[in-house]
C-alpha cells in the first residue's frame, strides 16, 4: 500500500502529464502484478462496489475525532473532499500493513458484514493508516477515485513501462473485465485480442470548431476555411442521444455506452439486431429516443438512463434506435485503419442488409462551399440535433481526442436573461467565496426559479459577486445565502424542455453563465413565458 500511496501522492502534486507519465511508468515497473491491476481498474473506473452510506461514513468520522457533526461537516465544507477531510482528523493508534490489493479485498468484505462489524473494521482502518494511505484507503471506500489522471495519461504510462503501444492497450483495457478474473500478464502483455466476444472498440473522440459563447453562427467560419477543400470532407448530423456501440460476434450482441458501461439489458430493441447484422460487426453510433420518425427530447431519452429494469411502459412510451455513423469490425476484422469513405460504403451496405427498424445510417449532408455547412448548422436546432460532425473522408478510426480530422460544430446555445436570487459558498479552495448561484425569471410578479449556475464569471466578477452576496443578504439557509435581486446575467444553456420534476415546469440542459448583463434591470429581465416559448 506504501508503493501505491506514493504513486498517487506523486500524481496528485503535479499539473504536468510528462510527470505523471513517468510516475505511473515507475510503478508499472516496479510493483507487485497483483497491485497494478487494481491501479489500472481503480484508474479505468473499476472501482469497487460502494459497501457503506455516506451517512454512516459521517457518522463513523466523528466518532473517531470526537467532533461534533456541525463542525465535521463546516470541515468538510472547506475541504471540499471527504477522504482527506477524514484524512486530516484521524489520529494512527495501531499501524496496519496491507498490500493495495489487500486493502481492496478488506473494503469489498464489509458488504457482508452487519453495520456494528462495519463501523468496528473500518474505523480501525482510520486508525491504522496514516496521511497518503488512508486517503487512497479513504478513495477506494467512496468510490470517488478522481486525483486529475485521465485514462489516456494511465495508458501512457503503462505503455512507457511495457513496450506496449497505447493504441493496442487502449483496446485491451476495454470490456467487461476485473481484477478478480484476469491477471496482469494476460490482460496487458499476452496478445489476447480474440479472447472477448463482448470487447469493444476505444471511442474516436471529435475536437470541437468554437466561436466565443453567444456569437454568431459566422464565428467558425475561419476554422472551416483552414481546413481546406470542403469536397475533401464528410458531414452529418451531431445527434444528441448516447454514444455507443453494438457489437455482434458469435451468436451474442453487446451494447456498450461510451463510459465503458455495457448496457445491453438496458435496450432490448437492440436484441433483434443479432439476428440481421454478421457476426463480428462492430457498429459506432448514437443510441436515440424516436418516435414517428424523428427523434424525441433528450429529456425523454433521461428516462431510460439509469434504469435498473425496462418495463413495457417505457418501451413503449420512449422507444430506441441505433443510429450508425461507422464501422469499426466487419466480418470479424478490425477495419479501423481503412479511410472514412470506405468504411462508410460498408456502413451503407450492412444497414441496407440488415433493414431493420431499429438500425439507421446517419445521413451524410450535402454541400459544395462552407457557406452551404453553415446553412445546415443553422437548421439544426428544428431538426432536434446538436450540431454538425466533420470527418476528413481519408481518415482512420483513431483512438481518443485527436485533433485534426475528425470536428464537431454545436448549434450556437439558447439563452435567457435571469435574475440572481440565491447563491452557496464553494467547496474548497473557493469554500470562502459565494460561486454556485440560484437564478429565477419573472411569472406573474413573482420570481420563479428555473436554473442554478456556477461557471462563466471570469475571477474579478466572481469576487464582485461574493462581494455582493455579503453585502446583500436577505436571509440565510446553513451556506446558502437568498440576496436582494438586482444582478441580472445572461444564462446560456443546451437544450430545454419541459418538466414536472422543477418548479418553474421547465429543465435545462448545462446551464452556465454567458454574461453579466449590466446593462440591464431586473424589470427587464425574462419572463418563464419567454423560457417555455424557446421549446420546440
Not at 462489524?117 to 494511505?133: N, S
Not at 451468436?251 to 438496458?266: A, I, M, P, Q, Y
Amino acid at each position: 500500500m506504501r508503493r501505491a500511496a506514493q504513486l498517487f501522492e506523486e500524481l496528485d502534486v503535479t499539473t504536468s502529464t510528462n510527470a505523471k507519465v513517468d510516475a505511473l511508468a515507475r510503478y508499472f515497473s516496479e510493483a507487485d502484478e497483483q497491485d497494478k491491476l487494481w491501479v489500472i481498474a481503480l484508474l479505468s473506473g473499476r472501482r469497487p462496489k460502494r459497501p457503506v452510506t455516506s451517512t454512516q461514513l459521517r457518522t463513523w468520522a466523528t466518532e473517531i475525532s470526537g467532533i461534533p457533526d456541525w463542525l465535521f461537516e463546516a470541515s468538510y465544507h472547506v475541504v471540499g473532499d471527504f477522504a482527506e477531510t477524514v484524512t486530516h482528523i484521524a489520529t494512527l493508534k495501531k499501524p496496519l500493513v496491507k498490500s493495495l490489493t489487500g486493502w481492496v479485498r478488506y473494503v469489498e468484505d464489509l458488504k457482508d458484514l452487519p453495520d456494528e462489524e462495519r463501523a468496528v473494521r473500518v474505523k480501525a482502518a482510520w486508525e491504522g493508516l496514516e496521511e497518503m494511505e488512508l486517503f487512497v484507503f479513504n478513495k477506494i471506500i467512496t468510490g470517488g477515485f478522481r486525483i486529475g489522471v485521465s485514462q489516456k495519461i494511465m495508458v501512457k504510462g503503462l505503455s512507457k513501462a511495457t513496450g506496449v503501444s497505447e493504441d493496442v492497450l487502449a483496446h485491451r483495457l476495454m470490456g467487461d473485465w476485473n481484477p478478480h478474473t484476469t491477471t496482469f500478464k494476460e490482460l496487458v502483455l499476452d496478445d489476447n485480442s480474440g479472447d472477448s466476444d463482448s470487447r469493444p472498440y476505444p471511442f474516436y473522440l471529435a475536437y470541437g470548431i468554437e466561436g466565443p459563447e453567444g456569437t454568431a453562427a459566422g464565428a467558425g467560419m475561419g476554422e472551416l476555411r483552414s481546413l481546406g477543400d470542403p469536397s475533401l470532407w464528410q458531414a452529418e448530423h451531431k445527434w444528441d442521444g448516447i454514444r455507443g456501440q453494438v457489437i455482434v460476434r458469435g451468436e451474442r450482441h453487446f451494447v456498450w455506452s461510451r463510459g465503458e458501461e455495457l448496457v445491453t439489458d438496458k435496450y432490448p430493441e437492440f436484441e433483434a439486431l443479432r439476428k440481421v447484422l454478421p457476426p463480428g460487426t462492430a457498429l459506432d453510433g448514437e443510441i436515440l429516443a424516436w418516435k414517428n420518425g424523428a427523434p424525441l427530447p433528450f429529456a425523454e431519452m433521461q428516462k431510460r438512463i439509469g434504469r435498473k429494469s425496462v418495463g413495457k411502459k417505457i418501451l413503449a412510451d420512449v422507444p430506441v434506435v441505433f443510429m450508425a455513423y461507422d464501422l469499426m469490425e466487419s466480418d470479424g476484422h478490425d477495419i479501423r485503419a481503412l479511410a472514412m469513405s470506405e468504411r462508410r460504403s460498408l456502413l451503407e451496405r450492412v444497414t441496407a442488409d440488415a433493414a431493420h427498424p431499429t438500425l439507421l445510417l446517419s445521413p451524410t449532408l450535402n454541400f459544395n462551399s462552407w457557406e452551404g455547412l453553415v446553412a445546415h448548422r443553422d437548421a439544426a436546432r428544428t431538426s432536434a440535433v446538436e450540431g454538425i460532425m466533420l470527418k476528413r473522408k481519408t481518415s482512420a478510426y483513431e483512438v481518443g481526442r485527436r485533433r485534426g480530422d475528425w470536428w464537431k460544430w454545436k448549434v450556437d446555445p439558447l439563452s435567457i436573461d435571469a435574475v440572481l436570487t440565491f447563491s452557496m459558498q464553494g467547496h474548497g479552495r473557493r469554500a470562502d467565496l459565494y460561486t454556485d448561484h440560484t437564478f429565477g425569471l419573472w411569472n406573474n410578479g413573482e420570481l420563479v426559479t428555473f436554473a442554478k449556475a456556477y461557471s462563466g464569471l471570469t475571477d474579478e466578477e466572481m469576487l464582485e459577486v461574493d462581494r455582493f452576496v455579503k453585502k446583500n443578504t436577505i436571509e440565510r439557509f446553513g451556506p446558502v445565502r437568498k440576496v436582494t435581486p438586482q444582478l441580472v446575467f445572461e444564462i446560456a444553456f443546451e437544450g430545454i424542455s419541459f418538466s414536472t420534476r422543477h418548479k418553474s415546469g421547465v429543465a435545462v440542459r448545462f446551464p452556465r453563465i454567458a454574461r453579466w448583463r449590466h446593462d440591464k434591470k431586473i424589470e427587464e429581465a425574462n419572463t418563464l413565458d419567454d423560457l417555455k416559448n424557446l421549446i420546440r
